[in-house]
């Protein structure tokens, strides 16, 4: 009897371990670009190795399934100089993605600005100054992704 104790005993250990493990796989924030649309903002994380990390907020908009970011010149000489080149941590939506590539994205220049212009109405004034740099962000793990 003490046997058959012990061993559902272990059993529910067993299933207890199992469960806890598949709680914290599904815990993973999950890349959800449709979701963000109506979010206001971001934050890019860079790593300046003379300064560290620094996370600053920028705009957001959701283009045809995908996150994109226009960033002023400031930005984007944070970008320019961060220790891991086009691969960053973003924090989006109360999630924080540790490895997110962003590319350049020429050919989006005038439908982000457009997407932009339409979102935020200050933007009457901000899309005067320069923005010489618009990324598409996308989960480095392309698994995560979609």
């Known amino acids: 009897m003490r046997i058959r104790i012990a061993r559902i005993g272990t059993m529910i250990g067993m299933i207890g371990l199992l469960l806890m493990a598949n709680r914290s796989q599904s815990a993973q924030p999950q890349w959800t670009p449709n979701d963000w649309a109506k979010e206001e903002t971001l934050k890019l994380c860079t790593n300046d190795p003379g300064e560290g990390e620094y996370c600053f907020k ?3 908009v959701v283009v ?77 793990d392309a698994a995560a992704s979609r």
């Open 58 to 60: 920028v705009w957001l």
């Open 64 to 140: 045809d399934s995908d996150v994109y970011v226009r960033l002023g010149s400031k930005a984007a000489d944070r970008m320019n100089k961060n220790a891991t080149g086009m691969s960053l941590p973003v924090e989006i939506g109360g999630n924080r993605f540790e490895h997110v590539r962003a590319t350049e994205a020429p050919d989006y220049v005038e439908r982000v600005g457009k997407a932009i212009g339409e979102k935020y109405w200050s933007d009457v004034f901000v899309h005067l100054m320069n923005h010489p740099l618009t990324l598409r962000l996308r989960p480095e």
